[in-house]
């Protein structure tokens, strides 16, 4: 598929990757239709933040359909239409379970680098270095990821989830894009 690679300091390209496949059971793999640059890209594309590698694939905030779900898949389906967020969560670990997904202890492959850096790994996050899991990114056809569902609505305090249903109308707000003081923006919050 092609998908926009990170080539070096201020340098990209569109090139062919790797198809996205499911690697464990709950995934989902995503068809991409619209994935937009956050601020953060440019620190990642102006070496702002280190541990990137040429020919990494970025991109972290995006809508799709989705194409296919891995077997332990039970909240979506082929067809849905799905706001997904950067963050990789379990759903399983002490973090997750009070809703602090963005601390996952499982996204994130390369722990020691932010634990060195910052004395504690967040979560993984997709498009975003090696330093948060070195996961490809949305700006590509084809995205895989968490396919489980943590809806923020339901008690108000998540801002970060995988994947969530979005049907026609609906806005969808970047978790970043809260007032001062955190909590999620009320019109982020989907229904
Ligand atoms: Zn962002
Ligand atoms: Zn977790």
Redesign the pocket.
């Known amino acids: 598929m092609k998908a926009l690679q990170w080539q070096g300091v201020n340098k990209l390209a569109v090139g062919e990757v790797p198809d996205p496949e499911i690697r464990n059971a709950g995934d989902i793999i995503v068809k991409v239709n619209r994935t937009v640059t ?4 440019l620190h990642l594309l102006g070496g702002y933040i280190p541990f990137m590698e040429k020919g990494d694939v970025l991109g ?2 995006f809508v799709g359909e989705v194409v296919e779900t891995g077997p332990d898949v039970r909240n979506h389906q082929v067809g849905d239409q799905v706001v997904v967020s ?1 963050f990789i969560a379990c759903g399983k670990c002490w973090f997750c379970e009070q809703r602090l997904f963005s601390l996952c202890d499982n996204g994130n492959t390369n722990p020691a680098i932010t634990e060195t850096l910052w004395g504690q790994a967040p979560g993984g996050c997709f498009g975003y270095s090696h330093a948060m899991g070195g996961n490809p990114g949305s700006h590509a056809q084809w995205w895989a990821g968490p396919g489980r569902v943590y809806r923020g609505d339901r008690d108000g305090g998540a801002h970060s989830w995988p994947a969530v249903p979005l049907r026609p109308g609906q806005a969808a707000a ?1 978790p ?1 894009d809260r007032p001062a003081g955190g909590g999620p923006r009320r019109d982020s919050r989907l229904p």
Do not use: L, M, P, W
């Open positions: 956050c601020g953060s890209d972290h905030e950067s970047s970043a």
